[in-house]
């Protein structure tokens, strides 16, 4: 569209009508599953547990029987340098919170030459320091060989304590 005449873009429709049109298509090819209205009806296909790779994609789901259910679902073991964070404005509906955890990877000296990539999400019902050190376990017993030599955090108290118990 950015190369069409005026005349041209004119005739065409808005782009809010196109975008609609692009997600309903996209949405009637991919089949994609109903956005749950509650944590017991959230079920993710086997299809959706893997990369298009075929590798593990969902590490661990606690189960729609726990009050705090959250879901991680990664790439993190490389990496000796790990920055994370929460963010609440972009949780889908029934979580309060996407928390991320980026690995800087790549190079003799990742600081100079790597890339810092989101390797890790979770979605959290709340931010207690609860809800953080059973993430921090789990990831833990996820990623049993990873050994980060250096943690950047957010200012979250609740994520910074629980860090230091685990």
């Not at 009508?17 to 009806?41: C, D, F, G, M, Y």
């Amino acid at each position: 569209m950015l190369t069409a005449s005026e005349g041209t873009a004119a005739k065409l429709p808005k782009l809010d009508s196109l975008k609609r049109t692009i997600q309903r298509q996209r949405a009637s090819v991919l089949s994609a599953p109903v956005q749950p209205t509650a944590l017991a009806e959230l079920v993710l296909p086997a299809e959706y547990q893997r990369t298009a790779k075929g590798e593990q994609f969902l590490l661990y789901d606690s189960g729609e029987d726990y009050a705090h259910r959250f879901l991680n679902f990664g790439m993190l073991q490389q990496s000796k340098i790990w920055l994370a964070d929460g963010t609440f404005k972009t949780a889908p509906p029934l979580f309060a919170q996407v928390y991320v955890v980026h690995g800087l990877r790549g190079g003799d000296d990742p600081m100079k030459t790597g890339h810092l990539l989101p390797s890790l999400f979770v979605l959290l019902l709340n931010k207690t320091e609860d809800t953080y050190r059973r993430m921090w376990e789990q990831i833990r017993i996820l990623c049993p060989l990873a050994q980060p030599e250096q943690m950047l955090l957010n200012f979250e108290k609740g994520a910074i304590n629980s860090f230091e118990h685990v």
